[in-house]
Every structure is written in structure tokens, then in C-alpha cells.
């Protein structure tokens, strides 16, 4: 069988998912974060979206820095259910607190099923 095919993968500020239409909303996309201390700490969401897939979907999130030299900044794990091969899987994990140790370059990655399928970069300045 093959991976699920990625659709979306989003930082933003929050998601606002209506409950009876099921739409979300994202507040505040970005693709940096900038800090004057470090460890810089934040709070952030994460959009997904997949399609291609069925059953019951383990789905992995993780930060890591770009040389992944260091232990993940967070490795968070939900459980989404699709019927139907066509059906889009859309999903949101937020975070508060995640701690940044320093500036640099860091990876959101998304995995499905133990499949790796896409990844953001997250760019993370110190500011003056």
C-alpha cells in the first residue's frame, strides 16, 4: 500500500475548528519566531492535512533542529481515523511552552503511520 498523500502542514498562533462544520480556522500562520533571550519559549499550533489513507492513523509531529544534533524540541503523538480513502484527514496539535534552546533552523516533521511524508522549516532569530 502506498503513503498517504500530504496535503498541508501549517505553523500558525491557533486553529479554531468549528464544531458543528468541522472547518478550521488559522490564526496567525508563520514560518519564524523571533526572541531577544534564549532558550526562547513559545506557543504555537500545527495544521495537517492528508488524504490517501484508512484506518486507524497514528500521527507524529515532531520539532528537531536542521543538523538534528540535539534531542527534539517536542515529539507529540494522535490518533485520527479515516473510512474512506478519499476522505481528508485534517487534524491540529497545539503546543505551549516548547522550549528552543538556541537561534538556528528547525524541522516540523509529519509522519503517518510510521510513514514520513513532509516537513516545514521553522526559523527561529534572535532579535536586537
Known amino acids: 500500500m502506498s503513503p498517504p498523500i500530504p496535503l ?5 498562533d491557533h486553529v ?22 534564549f532558550p526562547l519559549v513559545a506557543s504555537l499550533s500545527v495544521y495537517f492535512a492528508f488524504t490517501e489513507a484508512q484506518g486507524s492513523l497514528p500521527v507524529r509531529l515532531e520539532f528537531v533542529d536542521v543538523d538534528e ?6 515529539d507529540a503523538e494522535g490518533l485520527f481515523e479515516s473510512h474512506d480513502l478519499r476522505q481528508v484527514i485534517e ?3 497545539a503546543f505551549t511552552n516548547l522550549v528552543f534552546p538556541d537561534p538556528g533552523e528547525y524541522r ?15 526559523h527561529v532569530t534572535e532579535a536586537n
Open 8 to 12: 498541508a502542514l501549517l505553523i500558525c
Open 16 to 37: 479554531w475548528c468549528d464544531q458543528n462544520s468541522g472547518k478550521h480556522s488559522l490564526l496567525g500562520t508563520f514560518s519564524g519566531l523571533g526572541g531577544s533571550r
Open 69 to 74: 544534533e540535539r534531542p527534539a524540541v517536542v
Open 91 to 93: 487534524g491540529t496539535f
Open 108 to 122: 516540523l516533521k509529519l509522519f503517518v503511520a510510521g510513514e514520513f511524508l513532509m516537513e516545514r522549516a521553522l
